[in-house]
């Protein structure tokens, strides 16, 4: 019995495959799925589901004649849709599921990280299927991960996949587009993912997903810097998930990095969202860039946005996006002492606080290569 090289899979569904009438839950596309998830298991692979549709599964209970839906009742949807949702992946097994709802605030917050980390493991090792979604019904703009692909892609990093499988209404990722151009070619592997790529990916064409085709390559590109080999794969037809469990692949494959980022590094830079920018000097950059040093204030030249101690923010060069770190001052504490000494910060604010800015040890850079 051939079996593919996985020791841990993520598995992400979209709406479009779970109701593709865009009015409550179907099984058309779900069998062979669930047989897919069922003979992983029999071969000893982990697999966490992340399923999308649970504002699809409810739309059939409320009565509503707009195109574009209250954001009040796309939350009360999403309550009664996700039970049903839930329900319906239960029936296709005969081992215990268990609900995980998260929102990108609960990932960006480094102790309930760790706590989701370790909750998921303890299911996997009860030989219980961890089912993710994002918690629609309490997220707001400010919490929202905004789609299940790049959801499925942090749930990966957090899993300690090796394997993240986006399941599509196409084949993977083509030279150009398959529904204008006749002679497209899909692009079997991609090794490395560059602006180029990404120029590939066009806007969603279904109007049941919340994700495109460039969310399936931004959520590989975020697996990939994390060591973990992603598929995009046709999820409608059933013969992709026999091709899988032979080692064989049916999509696209995004190469894993040879060299992927650390737990700490890849959170930095992929999961939590920066809520301002410091905007620093030439020394300071290439001191933070190129001698991995800390920053600190006497290089800040100007402060963007409003953030507290403790929030993520972006440090610029121009219009250069260099890196991302955790900052130790608030904004308003670094308007003032931007420019200054250290000791000035110390005698300032308050006495004793540490004089980085933002510590190496809490910042990742964005370019690989500065000038």
């Known amino acids: 019995m051939s079996t593919p090289t996985w020791r841990r899979a993520v598995l992400k569904v979209g709406s479009a495959l779970i109701a593709p009438d865009g009015n409550g839950c179907s099984a058309k596309y779900l069998l062979a799925i669930a047989r897919f998830i069922t ?137 150009k587009d398959p529904t204008v151009f006749s002679d497209a070619k899909r692009l079997p592997v991609v090794e490395e993912i560059d602006d180029h790529i990404f120029s590939l990916a066009g806007p969603p064409r279904n109007a049941i997903a919340t994700g495109g085709m460039r969310t399936k390559v931004e959520a590989a590109e975020k697996a990939s810097s994390h060591g973990i080999d992603t598929y995009i794969v046709n999820g409608r037809d059933g013969d992709t998930f026999e091709q899988l469990l032979r080692g064989d692949n049916p999509g696209t494959l995004f190469c894993k990095h040879h060299t992927p980022l650390s737990n700490r590094k890849h959170w930095l830079r992929h999961t939590i969202k920066a809520q301002g920018a410091v905007v620093v000097d030439h020394g300071a950059a290439q001191a933070v860039v190129e001698d991995g040093a800390s920053l ?62 933002i510590h190496r040890d809490n910042l990742t850079i964005l370019e690989e290569n500065y000038s």
């Not at 009040?72 to 949702?85: C, H, I, R, S």
């Not at 929202?144 to 942090?154: E, I, P, Q, R």
């Not at 955790?326 to 910060?345: D, P, V």
């Open 39 to 175: 003979q992983c298991r029999e071969r000893g692979i982990d697999i966490v589901l992340v399923s999308s549709g649970s504002v699809a599964a409810g739309r059939s209970h409320f009565d509503f004649s707009h195109q574009s839906l209250p954001v009040a009742l796309k939350k009360a949807m999403a309550a009664v849709g996700q039970n049903e949702m839930m329900s319906n992946w239960s029936r296709f097994f005969d081992f215990p599921c268990a609900q995980v709802l998260l929102t990108h605030g609960d990932l960006g917050d480094r102790e309930r990280y760790v706590s989701i980390k370790n909750t998921i493991e303890a299911l996997l090792e009860n030989q219980i299927l961890p089912i993710v979604n994002e918690n629609d019904t309490v997220a707001t703009d400010a919490m929202k991960v905004g789609d299940n692909d790049n959801l499925a892609a942090m749930v990966a990093t957090v899993a300690d996949a090796d394997t993240l499988v986006i399941c599509s209404d196409v084949d993977g990722l083509y030279d």
């Open 296 to 357: 600190l204030s006497t290089g800040i030249t100007d402060v963007e946005g409003e953030f507290e101690r403790g929030d993520a923010v972006i440090i610029r060069e121009g219009d250069k996006a260099l890196a991302k770190g955790i900052c130790q001052y608030s904004s308003w504490e670094l308007n003032y002492l931007k420019g200054r000494h250290a000791g000035t910060i110390n005698d300032t604010v308050e006495p004793g606080h540490p004089d980085e800015v």
